[in-house]
């Protein structure tokens, strides 16, 4: 219980009531440079660079907002009035930090031979080690939870400002942070010939960290009386309650690049990169108005434009997108390598249940201004991560060999697939009306998240031997397949005490019933070249472009009205054009296209 609370300035909300959890810290980064010169048989150089791990975000805690509504005497305890601009009535929120950021990492080996015989191994990026304290190196640090949030009791809320939401409650999960980036030069030479070399370098971007949950979120009543909210400004909603999962962090990039000048009969380079994979994402929590013996009874009135009546959304977050990956080499191998993978995209979170158990009067006179929404969504999927690779190997005329393999293979990342919608119940009685257009009376809508696109891959390989009895380059590159889409839930909809419904405006549906799939993912493009100029008894070259599937589409749930033995009371009536009075669907996602592709290659002596 509280005395009249009044503010008069933009930003002076009513009530604050916050738990909010400190954000991780971002990873140190890790540079390393390697520069060897060598006159011996035999020069070996090797990098090890790390980048530093993400900070975990702090949680949210619980969050309780005790309300008593005016009780009609002489005493007016309980009102909550505001004038400004985002000057809310009362604001409750729950918000788990974010994840850190991974650390970075640069390596560059450069080394000089002079007797030839040079060998060359890096390795940089995250990558499991558990002799080295079992950490993910260059990972990002996973995002704190969020707690609940509750409204207990009822209130007298007025509020006149654009943005000024009477009641808002918030429970928030922390986005995972994103992973490291990683780049790598390798720079090697001999100025002599010998008879075997080896080249190794491979970068690996840092995963992305996950993301927490948002907490449970309810309204409910306690003293038996009921509550009043009104604003009168624009988007500024009676009432608005979310649970929003935090997303995934975006995987770490990877860049790899390498020059190699060391003629020998023998060589092999062997040349890699890989984007991180982008994290999952975290649920939205359970969303509960009113209880089974007690429900929520009161009235909203608003008049600003998109200013709706009573908003209730639980949201998945969204899948982290894979990291990219760009490997550029130029050899002198006789034997070489070179590879690109983009990182997985990491899969949406499902959208919480909604359960409603009121009796409301609600009126609505803005445009675009609903009375009542009730949703569950499921986040999007994550991206898959592009690659693209390109190597040229070319074997000088003192060269020894007499055969040569380029091979050179490209992978897109697989998207990650869309989250669920969850089960809404929801029974309303009382009276919802709007006046103007785009403003439908009542949505219920349980919706999946959409999947993400797949990695498009591109890689192009060249190959040049100036003699010699044979050579090869073979070129494969596969794009990332579309995610899947997420599944809408189940919709109940029933009215115990009867519920009329009226709209005025044009595309002011009366009331809306979906069940609605996400959409599939289409499948990550594919480009392929491979071109042989050797002057070698025989030349070949393959190229492969193997295309990826798109996602497919999610389902869409089962929607119901009343109960089995009992019909429900419904007194439905718009005015406008476009504005049906009673919307039921349960729609199937599309499913995602596929890839397209594009291949080719050349062989012939260039004289």
């Known amino acids: 219980s509280h005395p009249v609370i009044s503010t008069n300035g933009d930003f002076s909300s009513g009530v604050v009531a916050q738990s909010i959890g400190g954000g991780g810290g971002k990873a140190g980064n890790s540079n390393l440079i390697n520069r060897t010169k060598s006159v011996g048989a035999t020069a070996i150089t090797g990098g090890l660079a790390l980048g530093g791990v993400g900070g975990a975000g702090g949680k949210g805690g619980d969050v309780v907002v005790e309300l008593e509504a005016p009780d009609g005497s002489n005493n007016p305890s309980g009102a909550i009035v505001t004038r400004g601009a985002f000057a809310y009535g009362l604001l409750a929120h729950s918000i788990g930090g974010g994840g850190g950021a991974g650390g970075n990492s640069l390596s560059t080996n450069e080394s000089t031979s002079k007797s030839g015989s040079p060998s060359d191994a890096n390795r940089s990026g995250a990558i499991q080690l558990g002799g080295l304290g079992g950490q993910n190196w260059g990972n990002g640090g996973q995002g704190g939870s969020a707690g609940s949030v509750a409204i207990v009791g009822d209130a007298l809320i007025q509020t006149s400002g654009d943005g000024a939401t009477a009641l808002l409650a918030q429970s928030i999960g922390g986005g995972g942070g994103a992973g490291g980036d990683v780049t790598s030069t390798v ?8 008879r075997n070399e080896g080249f190794v370098s491979m970068t690996v ?10 907490g449970n979120v309810s309204w409910q009543s306690s003293s038996g009386l009921s509550s009043s909210l009104s604003t009168g400004g624009a988007q500024s909603h009676g009432a608005l309650l979310q649970s929003i999962g935090g997303g995934g962090g975006s995987g770490g990039s990877s860049t790899q690049n390498a020059n190699i000048n060391a003629p020998s009969t023998y060589s092999f380079g062997g040349f890699g990169s890989s984007g991180g994979s982008g994290a999952n994402a975290a649920n939205g929590g359970v969303i509960q108005i009113g209880a089974p013996l007690s429900p929520l009874t009161g009235s909203i009135n608003t008049v600003g434009i998109g200013a709706a009546g009573l908003v209730a959304q639980s949201i998945g977050g969204g899948g982290g997108a894979g990291g990219g990956s760009t490997t550029d080499t130029s050899s002198t191998s006789t034997y070489g390598v070179s590879l690109g993978f983009g990182g997985a995209g990491g899969d949406g979170g499902s959208g919480g249940a909604l359960s409603t158990l009121a009796r409301l009067d609600v ?10 929404v009730l949703q569950s969504i499921g986040g999007g999927g994550g991206l898959g991560g592009n690659t693209s690779t390109s190597s040229a190997t070319t074997l000088p005329k003192d060269s020894k060999a007499k055969t040569s393999l380029s091979f050179g293979g490209s992978a897109g990342g697989e998207a990650g697939s869309g989250g669920d919608g969850s089960v809404i119940t929801a029974d309303l009685s009382g009276q919802l009306v709007t006046t103007r257009s785009g403003s439908d009376a009542l949505v219920v809508q349980s919706i999946g998240g959409g999947g993400g696109h797949g990695g498009n891959s591109t890689i192009s390989n060249s190959l040049e031997q100036s003699s010699g009895s044979g050579s090869l380059p073979v070129v494969l590159s596969f794009g990332g397949g579309g995610g899947r889409g997420g599944d809408g839930g189940t919709v109940i909809f029933d009215s115990a005490e009867g519920l009329a419904l009226d709209t005025t405006g044009h595309n002011s549906q009366g009331l809306s019933l979906q069940s609605i799939g996400g959409g599939g993912g289409r499948g990550g493009n594919v480009s392929s070249f491979g071109s042989n100029s050797s002057k070698t008894d025989i030349n070949l070259g393959a190229a492969v472009a193997i295309g990826a599937s798109g996602g497919g589409g999610g389902d869409g749930g089962a929607v119901s009205i009343g109960q089995q033995h009992r019909a429900t009371s419904l007194l439905i009536q718009t005015r406008g054009r476009q504005a049906p009075g009673l919307l039921v669907q349960s729609i199937g996602g599309g499913g995602g296209s596929g890839s397209n592709t594009s291949s080719g290659t050349s062989a012939g002596s260039i004289t």
């Open 187 to 194: 720079k090697s030479s001999s100025k002599k010939s010998s």
């Open 205 to 214: 971007g840092g995963e992305g960290g996950a993301g927490q949950h948002g």
């Open 363 to 372: 009126l609505t006179q803005g445009i675009q201004a609903p009375a009542v």
